[in-house]
């Protein structure tokens, strides 16, 4: 359980690093947060010969909100974005998401670009710039380039970014007006990977929806999004027509995915609950879209959720802070 | 570990600061953090399970924040200041007390509450709660199990703990107050 030598390069600029990266080529890997990274390490998994340092690069430790966008440098821990007061304003389906993230000690460590490079199907972040329409900015050896998240998975841990290059950013899409989001899983345990996770962002506009899209987790190879527009377009949510519409959603999203089958829950089940999963989380999407202030303490608190759970705020509460 | 090191390896200068104490020691990159306290410090409080980040017993506080110390390099933990389980008896609340009480409060619950029985898990209990009641000094019993999620104990059955966790902020206000 050790991880096998390899040379440490530790460069203080992108340009650096790019330079280190280009020399190494495939023998390369670059060292963020290593949440994911170093336990592959320590299991000898894998056995990079060099591995690129990252944490000491200058200037990539900033979440910056604007007008279109939530951008996330590649040293932003997840605990940083989660409690990044701006970023929630601006996008709370960030923080809705990344209180799943495995454990708040593996939060202040991982990084969130981390995380979208390593696009591991059953990590939460590739699916939020997934659904959130967002953009990995890269540097390399002839300059900058942006891969739009469709882009960008290329397949299972596997990424268009090519072996000199490096995932400097990425910006997370910001939602018009009156859209509310959600997010959330099911996991075995507290913290583990999910069998199954969703998260969705739905838009209301004079009373019904226009516009609604889902995103998912552990049940797709790369992440996907499904349109529900077609679906939910012209509803209202708690009208009479809300639940049957919320079946044909749900119904959807079973034709949508294709999960895998392992030791933790069969093909079946995972489709069965991220058809559950989508089916919850629509309402409470349609809540907060005519909710205009975001409720922190819900978001906190809505971490985990267990299907054998009424209640959807199962460690809720005022001052909640679980980092 | 030294010994084993292949003579083809090349050894870092590595500084760290842990519990506020300068050490120094040539190591190769790879070096686990968890294994520079252990092995190159000789600070074999943090206990080494899982070695992927799953079972929380090699917690340590990297800058005040619980991290695992089994999924840092000590070549990266150069920069920051590392407080290990041996160093939580001088954190700052505890100097305050003047009674000779030389445990931080957490410490003292754990003991109080039975919060554990082969010890094996609790370096990283100890961290992870002490860090953690800095944040939320009044957690639920709900917060306290929430709080101590990403440690596992295969002894105790968490009852205890989870009223360790309880009675460390009891502990913790108690103290400020008498020293308020």
């Not at chain 1, 709370?92 to 708040?104: E, G, I, K, S």
């Not at chain 2, 002894?155 to 902020?169: E, P």
Request: aromatic fraction near 4%; proline fraction near 5%; charged fraction near 20%.
């Amino acid at each position: 359980m050790k991880p096998a030598p390899f040379e440490h390069h530790a460069p203080l600029t992108v340009e650096q690093a790019v330079s280190v990266l280009t020399e190494v080529g495939h023998d390369g890997k670059v060292l963020a947060g290593g949440q994911s990274l170093i336990p592959i390490l320590n299991m000898r998994l894998a056995s990079p010969a060099h591995l690129v340092d990252i944490n000491r690069v200058a200037g990539l430790d900033t979440v910056e909100v604007t007008a279109e966008a939530v951008r996330v440098g590649a040293l932003v821990r997840h605990a940083g974005l989660e409690r990044s007061e701006s970023a929630y304003a601006a996008l709370p389906l960030l923080r809705q998401a990344l209180v799943n993230v495995a454990h708040p000690a593996i939060r202040n460590r991982g990084t969130t670009v981390g995380s979208i490079a390593h696009a591991d199907a059953a990590g939460e972040m590739p699916a939020i710039l997934a659904l959130t329409d967002g953009v990995v900015e890269v540097a390399g050896p002839s300059g900058t380039r942006e891969i739009a998240w469709s882009d960008f998975f290329l397949g299972a841990l596997e990424t268009s970014l090519a072996a000199e290059e490096l995932a400097v950013a990425v910006r997370f899409g910001r939602f018009p007006a009156g859209t509310g989001t959600a997010f959330t899983e099911a996991a075995r345990r507290h913290g583990d990977y999910a069998m199954a996770g969703v998260g969705v962002a739905l838009t209301v506009a004079d009373g019904v929806v226009s516009g609604a899209r889902a995103s998912f987790v552990s049940v797709t190879d790369v992440p996907s999004v499904l349109d529900l527009g077609p679906v939910l377009d012209g509803v209202e949510p708690g009208s009479g027509e809300w639940d049957a519409a919320l079946d044909t959603a749900a119904e959807a999203v079973r034709g949508h995915v294709d999960p895998e089958g392992d030791i933790h829950a069969s093909a079946d089940y995972r489709r069965m609950l991220v058809t559950e999963l989508t089916r919850r989380v629509l309402p409470q999407a349609a809540d907060r879209a005519t909710t205009p202030a975001p409720n922190a303490a819900f978001d906190r608190g809505s971490a985990v959720t267990t299907l054998s759970s009424t209640s959807s705020t199962a460690f809720g509460g005022q001052g909640a802070s679980h980092d | 570990m030294t010994d084993t090191t292949p003579a083809t390896e090349t050894l870092h200068d590595v500084t760290v600061s842990v519990n506020g104490v300068r050490h120094s020691a040539a190591v190769p990159a790879r070096r686990l953090l968890s294994d520079f306290v252990r092995h190159d410090l000789e600070l074999t409080g943090t206990h080494v399970g899982c070695e992927h980040g799953v079972c929380g017993a090699c917690t340590v506080l990297v800058d005040g924040q619980p991290m695992r110390s089994c999924l840092m390099f000590a070549v990266t933990a150069q920069d920051h200041a590392i407080t290990t389980v041996e160093g939580l008896c001088s954190a700052p609340d505890a100097r305050t007390v003047p009674t000779g009480e030389s445990m931080n409060p957490v410490q003292q619950a754990f003991a109080e509450c039975h919060g554990l029985q082969c010890g094996f898990c609790t370096p990283g209990f100890l961290t992870t709660v002490t860090a953690y009641l800095e944040e939320n000094s009044s957690p639920t019993s709900e917060q306290a199990r929430e709080a101590i999620s990403g440690n596992l104990c295969r002894c105790t059955g968490y009852q205890n703990i989870v009223k360790s966790v309880l009675r460390a902020a009891e502990i913790k206000a108690e103290r400020a107050e008498e020293h308020a």
